[in-house]
């Protein structure tokens, strides 16, 4: 009788286990689209959940085309129901007052003086509720702006260019950017985001450049520099755009876009996100074809049963016309997503998101464990008119552990 039942009991756990494990899920949705709406080009993406669990999705919408110089407007939307759908756009970044063009932009004939540029946008969830955003106009100043109703109005812009000068004793820039992606918010409660500099001297006005975060323990009131983690050297070249991770045992880890000739991407770690900063490293797991990459805490110990970090980038060295070089661009495709179990050391999961055109991507994770990537997806082909292009939409994927570890590990709801 007793093995009766016991056999029993193992049949209704093995249901239980059946009925609960999640199956592998992948959903796409493309938010904005190029030439529509009154904007050529939509792209720098970042999203965000806020602490009630809506998904602000954001980026930069621009006027007349792909240069970074151009008029371009920050413009966001939101989803309360977990990224299924969105409601409107919503322009939030306007600075009031007299404006002028970056000299640097200007030296190189990269814009005109009629041209106003918002850019960069990083946005961050707090714990106790607001979200906090900041852009910057020009890549000359920064500004910081609140919302208290998840995303529905936002302040008045402050302006914090102030945090940037106390670089200049360190780094004389004339370039300044956050981000871009999304900042975090520490275990302590700091605040933290990742910012690049230059003196505009180089290509493009955004060369040379060094790469550092900014800080706040004061909920976003006041801002401090933090020290330079990875400057520009024969080796560490050009460190620039770059997205943040808390680890597990609270330090800070940045992955820095670089163009240097290992084509590899750089990690740099601190115990507090700002200060100690270790020597750069390159990850030989991630490849660098010099793009924007994403990086987010999926699960953390022991609130949920295993540790879990997912990075997404294009995963491609190759150049289709031959004219692959050292420390030179390669094709933006096959964006990949990979997952971690020891915190970044290495990843043992890589899965295909997008094999074709897709560059700039930004992660965020669901309180059920759903991971969302929003992401700059092309056209392969031309379609109804439209011709191929490499940043043709802003796509949201909604995947979940199961599908990016095809069925060989399982999300475990937090304790």
């Known amino acids: 009788m007793f093995a009766v039942l016991r056999l ?12 609960t494990a999640a199956e592998p899920q992948l959903e796409k949705l493309d938010l904005f689209e ?10 720098i993406p970042g999203v965000i959940v ?11 919408a621009r006027v007349t085309g792909k240069t970074d110089w151009g008029t371009i407007d920050i413009l966001l939307r939101r989803s309360t129901d977990g990224g299924k759908t969105f409601g409107p756009r919503q322009k939030i970044a306007d600075v009031p007052g007299p404006k002028s063009k970056n000299p640097v932009a200007l030296a190189q004939k990269l814009a005109t003086n009629d041209e106003v540029t918002y850019n960069n946008p990083v946005a961050f969830a707090d714990r106790t509720g607001p979200v906090h955003l900041l852009y910057c106009l020009e890549y000359a100043r920064c500004f910081y702006i609140r919302s208290d109703d998840d995303g529905l109005t936002w ?21 300044l950017a956050t981000g871009p992606a999304h900042g975090i918010q520490l275990q302590s409660g700091r605040l933290v985001v990742p910012v690049w500099l230059s003196t505009g001297t180089g290509g493009h006005a955004h060369r040379p450049s060094v ?43 940045l992955n820095v876009r670089s163009e240097s000739h290992t084509h590899r991407r750089l990690v740099v770690t601190s115990p507090d996100g700002a200060t100690g900063w270790s020597s750069p490293r390159f990850d030989d797991a991630l490849v660098e074809p010099i793009c924007m990459a994403s990086i987010a805490r999926v699960s953390r110990q022991p609130q949920h049963d295993r540790n879990r970090i997912v990075f997404a980038n294009p995963h491609n060295l190759e150049r289709a016309d031959g004219k692959a070089k050292p420390g030179g661009s390669r094709d933006r495709v096959n964006l990949s997503l990979k997952l971690s179990y020891d915190e970044g050391q290495t990843w043992p999961v890589n899965r295909v998101l997008e094999p074709g055109y897709s560059a700039y991507s930004d992660l965020a994770v669901l309180p059920d464990g759903t991971i969302l990537c929003l992401y700059e997806r092309g056209r392969d082909v031309a379609t109804g008119g439209q011709k191929p292009s490499s940043y043709a939409y802003l796509t949201l994927a909604r995947f979940n552990v199961e ?8 999300f475990t709801p937090s304790k």
């Open 8 to 19: 029993s009991l193992l049949v209704v756990c093995l249901l239980a286990a059946t009925v």
């Open 155 to 175: 302040s008045k812009p402050v302006e914090i260019t102030k945090t940037f000068e106390a670089f200049r004793s360190d780094y004389d820039w004339q370039v």
């Open 211 to 253: 790469t550092s975060t900014i800080y706040s323990d004061d909920g976003g009131k006041t801002w401090q520099r933090g020290a330079i983690a990875v400057p520009n050297t024969a080796e560490w070249v050009n460190p620039n755009e770059t997205v943040i991770v808390e680890l597990a045992d609270g330090r800070v880890l």
């Open 34 to 43: 190029a030439g529509r709406e009154g904007y050529a080009l939509y792209r």
């Open 403 to 410: 599908w990016l570890s095809e069925g060989k590990d399982q």
């Open 50 to 60: 806020t602490s009630k669990g809506t998904v602000l999705a954001y980026c930069e």
